[in-house]
């Protein structure tokens, strides 16, 4: 069973950074087609932050103007996955959700962690 627990959220003052972790495991011996986040702001559908494909590709939402870079790592048998956020604005406020996509089985999605911008 695949496992996702994000953590780094929080509140942030307009211009300023967070980094957001995403702990999974549960996929050995599955082929991972991506993993990334989505955020859900207020009163708005669920959208693509950034993803990772297998070859190692990324894909950002328009939103992110280059200010989002998305990367993983691999400690003790435990994948991570990372999403560095800088200038951050108000408009980037929602609740972030890392996902891992697994060929023939769908996606499995962690529970979320919030990120408010405000001054």
């Known amino acids: 069973q695949v496992q996702l627990v994000e953590s780094g959220g929080g509140l942030v003052q307009p211009g300023g950074s967070l980094r957001l972790s995403c702990a999974y495991s549960?996929?050995?011996?599955?082929?991972?087609?991506?993993v990334g986040w989505y955020r859900q702001a207020p009163g708005k559908q669920r959208e693509l932050a950034a993803s990772?494909?297998?070859?190692?590709?990324?894909?950002?939402g328009d939103f992110v103007k280059g200010r989002f870079t998305i990367s993983r790592s691999r400690e003790n048998n435990k994948m991570n996955l990372y999403l560095q956020m800088n200038d951050l604005k108000p408009e980037d406020t929602g609740v972030y959700y890392c996902?891992?996509?697994?060929?023939?089985?769908?996606?499995?999605w962690g529970q979320g962690t919030q990120v408010s911008v405000s001054s």
């Open positions: 549960g996929t050995s011996g599955s082929t991972i087609t991506s």
């Open positions: 996902y891992v996509n697994i060929w023939r089985q769908g996606s499995s």
């Open positions: 990772l494909d297998r070859n190692g590709g990324t894909t950002y």
